[in-house]
Every structure is written in structure tokens, then in C-alpha cells.
């Protein structure tokens, strides 16, 4: 990388140096952002059932399925913005990012709006399709209008920490989750145990917060000199637009469809009450926990993959994808399993009713002890990403993961309705999912890298110190110039 990106950066160089060392400074900083935001999640969950109970609990818990369907399609375009951003450093054509940046903030901002209004207009009757139990349904449409309330917020958030991603910074996201989730820990005591506002106590804690996220978040990315939005440099372009497009809205559609799947799931469970619900719902906790690491080094992936495929540096792929891969099921495996080990003394954080801890002590066995697997197609699924194939990643995880598991639900489950042949879906499609992608990782990249070579003869431009781009990556990055 030339001295101008280094200093224009300020952060790690992804085309030279220690790659180990790289993606771990890259990849255990949003890690740890993401088990911190949960952690504060789950403080949500304990206060709002020590001070409230368990009916409290069952309307918080039975919100996230159907929170993320409507996210999914946005966030995914964050995604889009971190490939592109990628692509361009790689690329070295750094004078182009002001715009690309102020282009996906302005994607960020009209999102939030759809989803403020989408939010609160189908809250009440997504929840009563859902099958929430009727104690629970009340608490709960009042918990999910005041959450999307935050929403133009939070999709700030979520474009900001991925574009400050794109250049390798993790850590002011980590900061910036670090003070506000403090800050939500203190306003969930004040207004559900002093104000006695229950649930809505609760959204509003987080709604404050992501607002907080939004400006911390800007702040950042304005001091640093080449992400920072310039008044006349930085513009809304078209082609930057349907570039982030061609990334994202693959990514986002594969998240919604994730999201109808565990919808589907979700309706299920809440039709075994609201104990069970209280309870699946707080043994996802320790799932995500093993998953953010999964999902930490995919996103390494698709970032350090993206930017030297780029620059023609295709070995270096191949040990970013084996060294983001090994380290994705090590963590994860090793995590999952202490966690269902201490199953019983972990869920007694967040509550004591015996018969909410059986339900969720089920879930562990049956899910958290597979959730290494999800490496398996995060991984190989970032990789293609970062090669420009956003698309088949997508197909993929939509069979595999999404139909799979609703045509389980009702077939297999809708004959034998047992809680835990609810639950084992997830490792069976996680499998099959992962095994697909595999494969379409090692057709694709094998093909990719040879021709490659063959069009440069060594995979370099000989009249350049510079790594030629691969036909590939031209062929992705064509579409922003």
C-alpha cells in the first residue's frame, strides 16, 4: 500500500505484514463490540424480568425474530458499502471514498426513516400472526413501536461502523458500544426499576442510546481524513449508489429470508407459552456470544479478502480464508461448549423459573453445541463476497438455511411437536448450508485465481509495482467508476 493510503488511514496495512496478527486486530475488536452489545441486551432481559416478571420478559424476548426480518434488508447494504470502500483502497483510487462514504450515509438515514415508518405501522399485527401469547402481546407491540423509533439511528450506526470497518478500524466501534451500553445499563435501572415504565422503559433506554451510537459514530469517521464527508468533495453519485446496490441487496435479501425462517421458528415457539418464550429467548444470548466470533472473522474475510483480491494478491487470499476459517470454528466451538457445560448456572442470570430454564437449557443442547458450523458458510460466504459474489451466497443460504427449516417446521415438526425437533434444525441446516458454500467457494476461487494468472501471466502487471486487478474484480468495480 503507498505511504498516501497509510496516512490517510492511520490504520492496519490488509496488503503486507503478519496476516494473523492483522485479521485478530481486526477481527477481536468487533467481537468483542458485538458480545458487548448483547451483554447489555441481555441486562435488558434480566432487569425487565427481576423488576417485572416473566410475562415482561416473554414480550422483550418474542420482539427479536421479528426485529431483524426488518432490518436484515438494510443492514445488508452496509455490507455493500464496506466491499466497495474495500475494492477502492485495494485499487488504490482513494480520492473516490468521500463520496462513497457520503453516498451510504445518505442510504443509512432514508433506510432508518422506511423502517421508523414500516416499524410502527406493523407491529400489532405481525405480533398476532406470530402467535404471541395474549399476556405478552400488548407489552410487546408497546416495546417494538418505541424501539423503531431509533431506527434512522441505529442504521447510522450500523453504516458507520461498517465503513470504518472497510479501513480496518474495529476499535471505535468497540469505544462507541463500550460508552453507550453503559449508558443503557443506567437508563434501563432508571426508568424500569425507578420510573416503574416496564418494557417501554426498556426501548427507550435503547432508543437514547442508539442516538448516542449515531453521533459517536460520525465523529469518528469525520477525523479520519479519508473517510471524512468533505463539502465539496463529497457527493451523492448514482453509480456508487448501484454499486453498494449489487452488494447489499443480495446480502440483505439472504438476511430477510434468514429472518422468515427464524419468524417461522419463533411462532412456534410461542406456541408452547410464554415460558418457553422467556426461555428460548434467553438461551440465544450464549448463542450469539458464540456466533459474534463467527461473524467477527467473516466480516475479516470479506474485508481483507475484498481488498487483495483487488490488488491481484491471490495467495494471500487463500490464507485469509484458512486462517478466518480455523479461527471461527476454534472460537466458537470452544465457546459453546462452556457454555452448554454451565447451561443451568448461566440462565440463572436471567431467570429463575424452572420450567423457562428447562426450555432454554433445551435449546442449548440442541442448537449452541452446533453453532460452529455457521463458520462453515459465514466464512466461505465472505470469501465470495470479497470476490465480488454477492448473489450466490445468498441462493445458497436462502435453500439451504431458510427453506430447509421452514419446510422442517412444517413437515417433521408439524408431526411430532417436541420442543427439541424445533430446535435441531438449526445445526442440520447449518450443515447442509456450509457444505454447499464450501464447494461453491473452491469452484469459484479455483476458476477466479487461474484465470487471473493466466490473463497476467504471474498475476502481476508487468509495468507496474502495483498488483494487477483480476478480470473479476474489474468486473465488480466497473459499475462505481
Known amino acids: ?77 452496509a455490507v455493500g458499502a464496506t466491499v466497495v470502500i474495500a475494492e477502492y483502497i485495494g485499487r488504490k483510487h482513494t480520492d473516490d471514498i468521500h463520496s462513497i462514504v457520503f453516498t451510504s450515509m445518505i442510504i443509512a438515514v432514508v433506510s432508518g426513516v422506511v423502517l421508523l415508518g414500516v416499524g410502527i405501522g406493523v407491529a400489532e399485527p405481525l405480533l398476532k400472526v406470530m402467535d404471541t401469547p395474549s399476556e405478552a402481546l ?16 441505529l442504521m447510522v450506526f450500523d453504516f458507520g461502523a461498517a465503513i470504518l470497518r472497510s479501513v480496518g478500524d474495529t476499535k471505535r466501534a468497540l469505544i462507541t458500544l463500550l460508552i453507550t451500553g ?48 468533505r463539502r465539496k468533495q463529497s457527493k451523492f453519485r448514482l453509480a456508487y449508489l448501484k454499486r453498494i446496490f449489487t452488494i447489499g441487496i443480495p446480502a440483505g435479501l439472504q438476511g430477510v429470508v434468514f429472518s422468515i425462517a427464524n ?40 474485508t481483507f479478502f475484498g481488498q487483495n483480491f483487488a490488488a491481484g494478491e491471490y495467495e494471500r487470499c487463500k490464507r485469509i480464508f484458512k486462517l478466518n476459517m480455523l479461527a471461527a470454528l476454534v472460537v466458537s ?70 427453506i430447509l427449516r421452514i419446510i422442517w417446521i412444517y413437515t417433521v415438526f408439524a408431526a411430532n411437536k417436541q420442543f427439541w425437533l424445533l430446535m435441531i434444525i438449526y445445526p442440520i441446516s447449518w450443515a447442509i448450508t456450509g457444505a454447499a458454500m464450501l464447494v461453491s467457494y473452491f469452484v469459484i476461487s479455483r476458476k477466479a485465481f487461474k484465470k487471473a494468472a493466466d490473463d497476467s501471466g504471474d498475476g502481476r502487471d508487468p509495468d507496474c509495482s502495483v498488483p494487477a486487478v483480476s478480470v473479476a474484480a474489474s468486473e465488480t468495480a466497473s459499475a462505481a467508476e
Not at 442516538?211 to 479520519?224: G, Q
Open 333 to 402: 466451538g470452544v465457546l459453546s461448549f462452556v457454555f452448554t457445560i454451565g447451561g443451568r448456572l448461566f440462565i440463572r442470570i436471567y431467570t429463575n423459573d424452572e420450567v423457562a430454564i428447562r426450555f432454554a437449557l433445551i435449546r442449548m443442547w440442541s442448537v449452541l453445541t452446533g453453532c460452529a458450523l455457521s463458520a462453515l458458510y459465514e466464512i466461505a460466504g465472505g470469501a465470495l463476497r470479497g470476490m465480488g459474489h454477492s448473489l450466490l451466497p445468498a441462493v445458497l443460504t436462502v435453500l439451504g438455511s431458510c
Open 138 to 153: 400488548p407489552l410487546a407491540t408497546q416495546y417494538l413501536r418505541i424501539y423503531f423509533v431509533g431506527m434512522p439511528f
Open 182 to 229: 453503559v449508558l443503557n445499563v443506567g437508563l434501563n435501572f432508571l426508568f424500569v426499576a425507578a420510573c416503574d415504565m416496564s418494557v417501554a422503559g426498556v426501548a427507550l433506554a435503547t432508543v437514547i442510546s442508539n442516538i448516542v451510537c449515531a453521533v459517536l459514530v460520525i465523529v469518528f469517521i469525520m477525523k479520519n481524513d479519508m473517510l471524512r464527508m
Open 1 to 77: 500500500m503507498s505511504d498516501t493510503i497509510k496516512n490517510k488511514t492511520k490504520q492496519m496495512d490488509m496488503l503486507h505484514g503478519p496476516m494473523m496478527k492483522n485479521i485478530l486486530l481486526f477481527a477481536l475488536p468487533l467481537a468483542a463490540s458485538g458480545i458487548l452489545q448483547q451483554l447489555f441486551t441481555s441486562a435488558d432481559m434480566a432487569v425487565i424480568f427481576w423488576f417485572e416478571g416473566i410475562v415482561a420478559q416473554s414480550a422483550v424476548n418474542s420482539n427479536g425474530a421479528l426485529v431483524n426480518l426488518l432490518i436484515n434488508l438494510f443492514t445488508g447494504m
Open 263 to 302: 419468524v417461522c421458528i419463533q411462532t412456534a415457539v410461542n406456541g408452547f407459552g410464554e415460558q418457553a418464550v422467556a426461555g428460548s429467548g434467553d438461551a440465544i444470548n450464549f448463542e450469539y456470544y458464540a456466533y459474534y466470533f463467527v461473524s467477527a472473522f467473516a466480516q475479516a474475510t470479506v
